[in-house]
């Protein structure tokens, strides 16, 4: 539906990068392919914690799912993905604490914090959204 570049200190700690590049998509539509995540519930900078898949065998997040959505929308990790390269993202947040020397393109939006979906989100993505949280 969405694909955020999120540059919070929260996600930099979590992955131990510069910023988390989530897809986000209906959980009825990822399929895995063989075997079962183990699902470890965290905290998270809201306040009201997330839970993330990862592989039993590697360890390596391939999803969360936040509070706010619950199950139904998965955050997939988009560096897991056979074809990355296919998700830039369609926003960068949590710009202000951006690592310096990150170079933003000035094609793609950019918000301090977090933004209002219906300001950024294509009509069709926020008709899906709507019709899988009612």
Not at 14 to 31: C, K
Not at 67 to 80: H, L, N, Y
């Amino acid at each position: 539906m969405f694909v955020h570049c999120c540059h919070c200190r929260w996600c930099q700690r979590e992955t131990g990068a510069s910023f988390a590049l989530n897809a986000l998509i209906e959980a009825d539509r990822v399929v895995l392919l063989q075997g079962m995540p183990d699902i470890t519930a965290t905290p998270s900078l809201s306040g009201k914690g997330q839970k993330i898949a990862r592989c039993p065998n590697c360890r390596i997040a391939l999803w969360s799912n936040y509070a706010g959505a619950g199950d139904a929308i998965k955050f997939v990790r988009v560096g897991t993905l056979d074809q990355p390269d296919q998700l830039r993202p369609d926003i960068h947040i949590y710009t202000t604490s951006k690592q310096p020397w990150v170079t933003l393109s000035p094609d793609i939006p950019a918000v301090d914090g977090y933004y209002r979906r219906e300001d950024y989100w294509p009509a069709e993505s926020l008709a899906r959204r709507r019709a899988l949280l009612g």
